[in-house]
């Protein structure tokens, strides 16, 4: 049981360069969410995703796109990379749009911009 | 301001203490309170909730709400060095949209 499986762990990138961070869960959950984590900030909500088919911003979605796939895929785009977006991205996914607990996190992907 | 504060830390203390860890908040619509524990490296994972006002007991760890105060408390009794890992607050309000709102984490230290 795999739980949330994002690809890469890690990540360097130069700036202007773009990538796609990839995740994919095995729990048949709706909703999905992509966070980033940076120090004395905690996890801020970049986009989510409630249902299959539909995407919303979150709190900082600036300088990201976002692609639900399918029910069990949920990637996030960085079309031209800044050193701002050096941080750790989590993808996680619950069960239902409005069941407020029981996220399920992947175990992130630590990007750096030089 | 932010909507959730939680102190940074680091809190270190000794095996076998009782740790209290807090937020506070501003928006009182918010009715769902959460903890995530997080090793160093890995995702959150859910710790406890609780629903409005009151405590949530489970094993060594007791969850508080006080909704007048727009504070919360998670409290480790018997701390042990696996507790060692970075707690965070999360917050939701009733109905509505799954979105969670969350502290800025307090990174615990427990040595023996």
């Known amino acids: 049981n795999a739980g949330v499986t994002q690809t890469p762990k890690f990540q360097v990138l130069k700036t202007g360069q773009s990538m796609t961070l990839q995740c994919a869960q095995d729990?048949?959950?709706?909703?999905m969410y992509w966070y980033r984590q940076d120090p004395g900030m905690g996890l801020r909500l970049i986009y989510y995703s409630a249902s299959e088919g539909t995407t919303d911003k979150g709190e900082v979605p600036n300088g990201y796109n976002v692609s639900r796939l399918n029910k069990r895929e949920f990637s996030l785009r960085l079309e031209s990379a800044a050193p701002s977006q050096t941080s750790v991205y989590f993808c996680?996914?619950?069960?239902?749009?409005?069941?407020?607990?029981?996220?399920?996190f992947g175990s992130g992907t630590r990007l750096t911009v030089v | 301001q932010k909507e959730v504060e939680q102190d940074p830390g680091p809190l270190s203390v000794p095996e076998g203490a009782i740790v209290s860890l807090n937020c506070t908040y501003s928006?009182?619509?918010?009715?769902?309170f959460m903890w995530y524990r997080q090793y160093s490296r890995k995702g959150p994972e859910l710790l406890m909730y609780t629903y409005s006002s009151g405590n949530k007991e489970d094993g060594r760890f007791t969850a508080q709400v006080d909704k007048s105060s727009k504070y919360i408390s998670l409290f480790i009794r018997d701390s042990q060095p696996s507790d060692s890992a970075t707690y965070l607050c999360?917050?939701?309000?009733?109905?509505?949209?799954?979105?969670?709102?969350f502290g800025a984490g307090t990174r615990l230290a427990v040595h023996p």
């Open positions: 999360a917050m939701s309000f009733s109905g509505g949209y799954n979105k969670l709102i």
């Open positions: 729990m048949n959950h709706n909703s």
């Open positions: 996680a996914s619950s069960e239902a749009e409005k069941i407020p607990y029981g996220y399920t």
């Open positions: 928006n009182s619509a918010f009715q769902y």
